[in-house]
């Protein structure tokens, strides 16, 4: 997946310092830069940039509804959008988005092969049903944040919100903090790596959900997981953990409590209670506790194992 942005240098006509409030002002532009432009005012009107081919938005303010559907090899840089645009680019392809700030609630929806990179975007409901998204150095605030999207990649990002991840396939995150619940559910192919997941009931569902170098904080994360790997990763406020999960999980540190995994070996320094009771279904997982490095060097694991018959 890489997102193709406008590279060249445009050579058609420029449009700069107007302002337009009128619906469909500048529709099916192409070939066209437009810089220092404002869309707002008395009009009110929708879908200003609509149907837009080949174009580029720069230094620009929107406070109009709809403002960027059905855009194709568009870039939005250091542009602003208020919390009037709502559901501000639609149905969208091969564009990029850069240095912006973005309140619109809705913001991406349908999109494919979309860069998003150096923006602080406040969207409830961001991303959903796009396909070949890549983030960079952004701060996102939504909910819901990228459901049932696909084939995503994310590198350094700050992001807050309920339910994020939901219904996902192929998705890559690393070097960001998340702080969400209900992250990943039902979602397939996720691999994250040296970042920070903070939130209630993670991962829920999954299947073959990774995380490597993470720190893990919340309660009864990673339960109902199929194919969950874990490796080198700690685990803070972590209760009722791995519930029913296929899980291989190496922990250093503690985790506050394992209840009834259904397979695989869970390994940690410590653990504050193995919970073996009211399971639904048969669970044979292990659970090991790693031993302090012995005067003559070696580690133990066999004598604090605990199984699940």
């Known amino acids: 997946m890489q997102p193709t942005p406008i590279t060249k240098e445009l050579k058609t006509k420029k449009i700069e310092n107007?302002?337009?409030?009128?619906?469909?002002?500048?529709?099916?532009?192409?070939?066209?830069?437009?810089?220092?432009?404002?869309?707002?005012?008395?009009?009110?009107?929708?879908?200003?940039?609509?149907?837009?081919?080949?174009?580029?938005?720069?230094?620009?303010?929107?406070?109009?509804?709809?403002?960027?559907?059905?855009?194709?090899?568009f870039s939005l840089i250091n542009s602003s959008m208020d919390d009037k645009t709502r559901a501000p680019l639609w149905y969208c392809t091969d564009g990029e988005i850069n240095g912006c700030k973005i309140d619109g609630v809705k913001c991406l929806r349908e999109c494919k092969n979309i860069l998003v990179k150096g923006s602080?975007?406040?969207?409830?409901?961001?991303?959903?049903?796009?396909?070949?998204?890549?983030i960079e150095d952004s701060t996102i605030d939504s909910m819901y944040f990228l459901f049932e999207t696909n084939n995503v990649e994310i590198k350094n990002l700050t992001m807050t919100g309920k339910y994020s991840f939901q219904y996902m396939n192929n998705l890559h995150i690393t070097d960001s903090n998340l702080d969400t619940k209900d992250a990943f559910w039902h979602s397939k192919n996720v691999l994250v790596e040296n970042s920070v997941v903070k939130g209630e009931y993670l991962g829920w569902f999954s299947e073959n959900l990774t995380l490597i170098n993470c720190r893990i904080i919340g309660t009864q994360?990673?339960?109902?997981c199929k194919n969950l790997k874990l490796v080198n990763c700690t685990m803070e406020n972590t209760d009722l953990a791995f519930e029913?999960?296929?899980?291989?999980?190496?922990?250093?540190?503690?985790?506050?409590?394992?209840?009834?995994?259904?397979?695989?070996?869970?390994?940690?320094?410590?653990?504050?209670?193995?919970?073996?009771?009211?399971?639904?279904?048969?669970?044979?997982?292990k659970v090991i506790i790693r031993q302090p490095e012995a005067a003559d060097g070696t580690n133990g694991f066999t004598l604090k194992q605990r199984n699940f018959l």
């Open 18 to 73: 107007q302002t337009f409030d009128e619906e469909r002002a500048l529709y099916n532009i192409k070939d066209t830069e437009v810089i220092n432009c404002t869309f707002a005012g008395e009009a009110d009107g929708e879908s200003v940039l609509k149907e837009g081919r080949n174009y580029k938005v720069k230094n620009c303010s929107f406070s109009l509804r709809y403002p960027m559907w059905h855009a194709q090899k």
């Open 244 to 285: 029913y999960s296929d899980a291989d999980a190496d922990i250093i540190g503690h985790i506050d409590s394992v209840k009834n995994p259904k397979s695989g070996t869970i390994v940690a320094d410590s653990v504050g209670e193995i919970i073996e009771e009211d399971a639904i279904m048969p669970c044979s997982g």
């Open 221 to 224: 994360p990673l339960c109902y």
């Open 120 to 134: 602080n975007i406040v969207s409830p409901e961001f991303g959903w049903k796009c396909s070949d998204i890549k």
